[in-house]
């Protein structure tokens, strides 16, 4: 009894031996049949491949000549232009008149007090206030702007005797007494504690025993 065989030839069991109550193919499910004779098959062709008709060559420009420029022509003319004016326009200017400069007063300063002791000795007062009266032999206490410390019968003279100030209002220095033993003014007494004006020449005493005595100069 002839074998059972694949007669599909593109399938790996072709033309090999099945079983004999095999049906179809285990591999490609086809029908089973007796012995199929080896047919040569005809080789596979390769697909054919599709030829591109051929471009023909593109034709050649003609190659691009010279041309020369405008300027460059015989009978060429440059465009005329507008002469152009450099001169120079000026604006009138508006006068103005001139300012006057600002005076600035100096600044005030007042006027120099000098008290001529009678030995012909002269005290100056620096600045425009302080005291009369003598140094403090204590340490850290100021001497006074008008030191009479030195003059016969200073003893006489309080470490703070007097204070002068010189007053804007009033044009004039003022006197404060602040003494013990009294002032003087042109033989007047002071009362404490009260403003008087010194006046030039006028004549000052420290004291009643007509000891310490002075001209005020103002200048």
């Known amino acids: 009894m002839p074998a059972n065989r694949c007669p599909n ?17 285990p591999w490609c499910s086809t029908p089973v049949g007796n012995v199929v004779s080896n047919t040569p098959q005809p080789p596979s062709q390769p ?9 023909p060559p593109p034709s050649q420009q ?37 300012t006057p400069p600002v005076y600035t007063p100096p600044p005030q300063r007042a006027p120099l007090l000098k008290l001529i002791h009678t030995t012909g ?56 007494d602040m003494s013990t033993n009294g002032i003087y003014l042109n033989n ?3 009362t404490p504690g009260m403003q008087y004006r010194l006046l030039n020449g006028d004549s000052l005493r420290f004291g009643q025993d007509n000891l310490v005595n002075f001209t005020v100069y103002v200048v």
Not at 77 to 85: H, R
């Open 62 to 98: 003609p190659p691009v000549q010279y041309q020369r420029p405008a300027t460059d022509q015989p009978n060429y003319q440059a465009p005329q232009q507008a002469p152009v004016d450099y001169s120079t326009v000026y604006q009138p200017r508006v006068s103005y008149p001139p």
């Open 121 to 176: 000795r002269e005290f100056n007062l620096v600045g425009e206030g302080g005291y009369i009266g003598r140094r403090s032999q204590s340490p850290g206490i100021a001497p006074p702007e008008i030191d009479l410390t030195g003059i016969p019968s200073e003893g006489i003279v309080s470490r703070r005797h007097a204070r002068v100030d010189w007053d804007w209002s009033q044009n004039a220095y003022m006197i404060v």
């Open 47 to 55: 697909p054919s491949i599709q030829q591109q008709p051929s471009q």
């Open 188 to 190: 007047n007494p002071l």
């Open 9 to 25: 030839p593109s399938c790996e069991y072709f033309n090999r031996a099945l079983p004999n109550n095999a049906k179809v193919c």
